[in-house]
């Protein structure tokens, strides 16, 4: 079965199904999800190729906040990719914010299907209101979370440290369901310790 092969392996077939404005537009909640959320210009949907090993399944641009609808790929035939709605930067209407605030909080408390959360955050600048509360709402449902410190290519040793003690600082909450892992989607690294997580949430490890 396509689903028994290894995530890298069931990612690197993900393929676009549909994008969805609400959460009723969703697939039929069944199998398995991880979502990927982030802020605008944190490179959520350069994670998202470069976990899949393909150069334009997410869209990327240089205009931050492309990605405003639940974007659904399919990896077999009970896993699943959701792209949410990026937040901070995006130049978008008042109503449209305030849709997304309700819904996406409400599709990481109630959605079954979904076995986790990555979080992409721009390892360059400190954690923002918006990503602390993600994190904070996966805990209060016990919902597991990867937090991607994205573009740690851009640092040098030094600054890596002190990411890593910040965000350390940030997040300590004793948790299990929280992890923290340096990534680089341009240059390619932290794939093997992300996809490590990943499996771990897929057979009920986390």
Request: with cysteine.
């Amino acid at each position: 079965m396509t689903s028994q092969l290894p995530l890298r392996q069931q990612f690197s077939r993900a393929g676009f199904v549909k994008e969805a404005h609400r959460l009723d537009q969703l697939p039929d909640d069944l199998g398995q999800e991880i979502a990927f959320v982030g802020r605008s210009n944190a490179g959520k949907s350069s994670v998202i190729n470069c976990l899949c090993r393909r150069k334009n399944l997410a869209r990327t641009s240089r205009t931050p906040g492309r990605t405003q609808q639940f974007v659904v790929f399919q990896c077999a035939a009970d896993q699943r990719i959701i792209d949410l709605p990026g937040f901070g930067f995006a130049k978008v209407s008042k109503s449209k914010r305030q849709h997304w605030d309700r819904v996406i909080p409400r599709y990481l408390q109630t959605r079954q299907s979904l076995i986790g959360l990555v979080l992409v955050v721009d390892s360059r600048h400190p954690l923002k209101v918006e990503e602390l509360s993600i994190v904070q709402w996966c805990e209060d449902v016990s919902l597991p979370i990867l937090v991607l410190l994205n573009k740690i290519d851009k640092l040098n040793q030094k600054e890596r440290a002190a990411c890593r003690k910040f965000v350390g600082a940030e997040l300590d909450s004793g948790s299990e369901l929280v992890s923290i892992q340096e990534f680089s989607a341009t240059k390619v690294q932290g794939l093997e310790q992300a996809f490590k997580v990943l499996e771990q949430w897929r057979t009920g490890e986390i």
